[in-house]
């Protein structure tokens, strides 16, 4: 009779040990890299919770994980683009009200690009429509300071290829900030 009313070890709606593990080792992996794409504590908070949530309802019959590190960064780097490219279209305003503030001189000019934080916002834009392993790679050399064999590790990728992709984003983004400053482009 004992036994039947003992108490269970883990209460039914609890998380799985593993999973409390898994988190405790790599939340802040998770969150340096959502902050990083979103520039917001509360929304790298919201990436936070939705890797971890998707994580609890994953299939258990699914793949094993090889590497959860680069698995939970992969995660949160494109729950993190998710959220930004929502974002960006919840905030998108017709151009016709846009023109008689773009027309002013002053708005586009470099240092109040620079003062006013849009540099890191047009970069957040332009890292939400970058396909997510190209925008991952970038995230990895740019802010976290990986060198190629490190990032093609991560990625399951070569380093040549790394290197051609980061390459050819870094001309295309320099490409698309310099129209966007009203340059050639």
Not at 50 to 76: C, I, Q, W, Y
């Amino acid at each position: 009779m004992k036994a039947l009313m003992a108490a269970p070890t883990q209460p039914a709606n609890s998380p799985p040990a593993d999973l409390e593990r898994i988190f405790r080792e790599n939340h802040a992996l998770v969150f340096r890299a959502a902050y990083r794409i979103t520039g917001n504590a509360g929304d790298a908070e919201d990436v936070l919770q939705t890797v971890f949530l998707r994580m609890l309802k994953r299939d258990p019959g699914a793949e094993p994980v090889g590497n959860m590190s680069s698995f939970l960064h992969r995660a949160a780097v494109n729950a993190a683009l998710d959220l930004v490219r929502v974002r960006q279209n919840v905030r998108n305003i017709p151009m016709d009200e846009l023109e008689p503030v773009l027309a002013e001189p002053a708005h586009r000019g470099p240092d109040r690009l620079q003062h006013s934080g849009e540099i890191r916002e047009w970069l957040r834009g332009a890292l939400a429509r970058l396909n997510p392993r190209i925008a991952e790679m970038f995230m990895l050399r740019f802010f976290e300071g990986k060198d190629n064999p490190e990032i093609a590790q991560l990625l399951n990728t070569t380093p040549g290829t790394v290197a051609v992709t980061l390459s050819r984003t870094r001309d295309r983004l320099e490409k698309e900030y310099r129209a966007y400053l009203g340059g050639v482009a």
